[in-house]
């Protein structure tokens, strides 16, 4: 059974600028959520893909978007980039909404 | 007010000693819980889901308290490799939003 993949490992990006996090669930999830994690914080809730299908929202800006494709792989974007948006950025799949997540090794984001 | 709130810590506790730390959340209606740990710069780990009944997963017992609405886990006979930051996850009452506290640092001393 394949894990939580997650690409890049790291990326550079200037203020203003746009990227694009991937993530690919675990077989048999098709649950994918993402997390903003800041130095010494709590991972934080940003959206939940369910069947293709935004699920839930947390407190974050439009400019943060996402897609689920029919594998259930997800993406995660974010537009004009600030530099409060350094961060390590998580992805976590689950059987179900609700289930357990577990989690793919992030992509730290830093924003210059 | 936090969704979920955390002591953030640190515990530093000897090698054998027994550790617990609670964790409140504000919304009575949430209905699933976990607690992850979180080794320096990696992503959490999954330890244990909290059921209603508590649950134990060897040196490790997890609590739900629905009534004053706080979980808790309790390590026992702590080893160094235990020191690392645990982190509760409350989901919300509709269960598409996940809530962290924002970790409880332990360091397990020899």
């Known amino acids: 059974e394949t894990g939580v993949t997650q690409s890049p490992t790291h990326l550079i990006k200037t203020r203003g600028q746009q990227v694009t996090l991937r993530c690919s669930s675990q077989s048999g999830h098709n649950t994918v959520s993402w997390y903003q994690q800041a130095l010494g914080q709590g991972p934080q809730f940003i959206f939940q893909y369910y069947r293709e299908e935004e699920n839930g929202r947390g407190n974050f800006p439009p400019r943060f978007s996402g897609l689920q494709f029919p594998n259930y792989s997800s993406e995660l974007n974010v537009n004009a980039l600030e530099l409060d948006d350094s961060a390590l950025y998580l992805c976590?799949?689950?059987?179900?909404?609700?289930?357990?997540?577990?989690f793919g090794p992030g992509t730290r984001l830093t924003v210059l | 007010r936090k969704e979920v709130e955390q002591d953030p810590g640190p515990f530093n506790v000897p090698e054998g000693a027994t550790v617990a730390f609670n964790c409140t959340y504000s919304?009575?209606?949430?209905?699933?819980f976990f607690w992850y740990r979180q080794d320096c710069r990696k992503e959490p780990k999954l330890l244990m889901s909290?059921?209603?009944s508590g649950n134990e997963d060897g040196r490790f017992t997890a609590q739900l308290n629905r009534a004053s609405q706080y979980i808790s886990l309790l390590i026992r006979d702590s080893k160094l490799s235990d020191s690392a930051t645990y982190l509760c996850?409350?989901?919300?009452?509709?269960?598409?939003?996940?809530?962290f506290g924002t970790g409880t640092s332990l360091t397990v001393i020899p």
């Open positions: 976590a799949s689950s059987r179900d909404r609700g289930n357990e997540q577990f």
């Open positions: 996850v409350v989901n919300s009452a509709a269960g598409n939003q996940f809530y």
């Open positions: 909290v059921y209603s």
């Open positions: 919304n009575s209606a949430s209905q699933s």
